[in-house]
């Protein structure tokens, strides 16, 4: 990942494209049958108030650069959410050499350990997630119920390797594929905010290497932010 590629904005830009209708975008349905799903280029760009050629460009990988103007006119009219326009904006403007630096090591506060012990006393599983999904400390019974992650490895302690390649993961999530679908929308945000870190590009490449459900829905470009939430389990 040490150079974003342009075909990453392409193919978000082409994703989202497709998941909107005419109507969505409160366009009147055109007569005549579509060939392809969504709005169309010349739709979004004369929506946006580019031209088509500009925007075509765009899409294609072959503009160098967008003002954050445009850029904004495009989350509008494609209705992204905070995260996902904050993701267009990313894969437009690659971070510059100086935010390429080696990242600090990854660490819990002690206020949210103690939050975790507080958790224990109510019976709710919790654990704290960092950069590309490790999972940097979780209470006592997160460790029983779901895993001990801290007697694994250190390369191994990763929620998404967990929830795609343990197989207790699917029997433990009652909605596993909702888990699994947003783990990767998590993972697709973070490799957008940090296009250089290997250890992510790794970790991406062995999913996608070893799980067709994940290579699906990585295809989907759907990116979500991580934050607190319920999940149920069997147990």
Do not use: C
Request: hydrophobic share 35%; no cysteine; net charge positive.
């Amino acid at each position: 990942m040490s150079e974003r590629k342009p075909t990453e904005l392409a193919e978000f830009l082409s994703a989202r494209r497709a998941r909107l209708t005419p109507q969505d975008a409160g366009l009147e349905e055109p007569g005549g049958r579509r060939r392809v799903p969504g709005l169309r280029r010349e739709e979004l760009a004369r929506l946006a108030g580019v031209s088509v050629d500009y925007y075509t460009r765009l899409e294609q990988g072959r503009s160098p650069s967008a003002s954050a103007e445009v850029l904004d006119a495009l989350a509008t009219v494609l209705q992204l959410n905070d995260a996902e326009r904050q993701h267009l904006h990313r894969l437009a403007k690659p971070p510059t050499a100086q935010r390429r630096k080696r990242s600090r090591p990854q660490s819990v506060d002690p206020a949210t350990l103690r939050l975790l012990e507080l958790l224990d006393q109510v019976w709710s599983p919790a654990f704290v997630l960092g950069r590309r999904l490790d999972v940097l400390a979780h209470n006592r019974l997160a460790g029983a119920l779901i895993t001990e992650f801290r007697e694994l490895p250190a390369k191994l302690r990763n929620q998404a390797r967990f929830v795609f390649f343990d197989p207790h993961a699917r029997e433990l999530y009652a909605d596993w594929a909702e888990v699994a679908a947003d783990t990767v929308a998590m993972l697709r945000l973070d490799a957008g905010r940090y296009p250089d870190d290997e250890r992510l590009s790794e970790l991406i490449g062995e999913l996608s290497i070893h799980s067709t459900e994940f290579r699906t829905w990585w295809s989907r470009h759907k990116v979500e932010r991580r934050t607190t939430g319920r999940k149920t389990y069997h147990h």
